[in-house]
Nanobody, 114 residues
Framework: QVQLVESGGGLVHPGGSLRLSCAASGSIFSINAVDWYRQAPGQQRDWIATITRGGSTNYADSVKGRFTISGDNAKNTVYLQMDDLKPEDTAVYYC????????WGQGTQVTVSS
C-alpha cells in the first residue's frame, strides 16, 4: 500500500509561481516513478510530468520549460515547481504512482486568475 498526499495549491496571478508537493508513505520502497497529472473542469485527467527513482524526468509539451519535477528521497517527497503560470494551467493537480496497482493522491487545486 502506498499513500500519496498533495499540497501547495492555491490562487496565483498569471505569470506567477507555485510549488506543489507530493508526500509518499507506506511501501515507498516499491516506488520506481512518480507522475503528476492535472484535470481541468469538464476535461480528462492529463499526464504532465514524471520523475523516476534514478532522477530521470519527462514532461508534456504543454508544461515543458515552465514546470520542473524533482524529488527528495530523504523526505519521500516529489515536487512540481510551476513557473510562468497561465490561466489554462487551472486544474486539480494529482500525483500518482504504479506499484502493482495505480495509486492517486486526493489532489490539490491550482487556480490561475487575475
Amino acid at each position: 500500500q502506498v499513500q500519496l498526499v498533495e499540497s501547495g495549491g492555491g490562487l496565483v496571478h498569471p505569470g506567477g509561481s507555485l510549488r506543489l508537493s507530493c508526500a509518499a508513505s507506506g511501501s515507498i520502497f516499491s516506488i520506481n516513478a512518480v507522475d503528476w497529472y492535472r484535470q481541468a473542469p469538464g476535461q480528462q485527467r492529463d499526464w504532465i510530468a514524471t520523475i523516476t527513482r534514478g532522477g530521470s524526468t519527462n514532461y508534456a509539451d504543454s508544461v515543458k520549460g515552465r514546470f520542473t519535477i524533482s524529488g527528495d528521497n530523504a523526505k519521500n517527497t516529489v515536487y512540481l515547481q510551476m513557473d510562468d503560470l497561465k490561466p489554462e494551467d487551472t486544474a486539480v493537480y494529482y500525483c500518482s504512482t504504479f506499484t502493482g496497482r495505480i495509486y492517486w493522491g486526493q489532489g490539490t487545486q491550482v487556480t490561475v486568475s487575475s
